[in-house]
């Protein structure tokens, strides 16, 4: 990222509240790196800030600013903008085949339907998978599922991509696609997982812990870290059990 563009994604002292939980008091972040990775426990709020970043959830006090306009802000060039993918693809996918989906993302240029679908054949032809076009969403695994979520969201191209545990459902090559699609990738990319090699080589890692960040630095610092406490803390209960 050059320092002289705009800080791609800031927020400012924020307050999120979801149902009785305070995810998050006073929060303060500017994400900057053009790859970050977020790790911590589950429920420490990464899927929340994520839902910050894309204006799914408003904070009860403070702002989330991306590429300069207010997360919340519904204009049309939102989507240019961020784009997420979510955890569970099911939560994402909304049409009933592959290609249908794929042109989803290419909607905002305002082609025919049918034109869009058949440029989605076309990015599905060139990555080997020409064959995925026509098919059911549901006939398609949870990986598969999430593959096409990959694609929707390189095919949307927004300028900072949020990708919610994408490894989890992936198969070995599925993953290693991934890590090297990633590293391809032009845009900013932040990425959280439990599977820490994956984010280990990234230039900022930020270990979030009951929604406040607790290490903040090089992945490789980050993440080691992040395992220590862990390994400290599996110890400490293995001797209280014993
Ligand atoms: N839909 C929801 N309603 C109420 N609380 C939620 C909801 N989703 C998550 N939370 C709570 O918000 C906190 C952060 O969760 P989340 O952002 O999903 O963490 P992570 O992604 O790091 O596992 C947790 O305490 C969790 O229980
Ligand atoms: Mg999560």
Partial sequence: MSPLAPCPIHMDQ??????TTTVFDGLTLRLNESRIGLIGDNGAGKSSLFR???GLDKPASGSVSVWGQDAQSRT???????????????DQI?????????????SPNGLPR?????????????????HW???????????QRQHVCWLALMIASPRSVLLDEPFSSLDLPGRTMLDVE????????????????????FERVIWLDKGQVRADGNGASVCAA?????????????LNIG
Wanted: glycine letters at 8%.
């Fill in 226 to 238: 992040y395992e220590a406490d862990v390994a400290a803390r599996c110890q400490s209960q293995h």
């Fill in 94 to 106: 909304i049409f009933p085949t592959v290609e249908e989906e794929l042109a989803l993302s290419l």
């Fill in 76 to 90: 049309a060039e939102r989507a240019g903008r961020v784009g997420m993918m979510f955890q569970n693809p099911d």
């Fill in 182 to 201: 990633i590293l391809k990738a032009s845009q900013q990319v932040i990425v959280s997982t439990h599977l820490l090699n994956h984010v280990r080589g």
């Fill in 133 to 143: 076009a026509e098919r059911a969403i549901g006939s398609l695994s949870q990986g």
């Fill in 114 to 130: 049918k034109v869009n679908c058949q440029q989605a054949r076309e990015v599905l032809t060139a990555r080997g998978l020409g």
């Fill in 52 to 54: 910050l970043i894309c």
């Fill in 14 to 19: 924020v307050r999120l509240v979801r149902g």
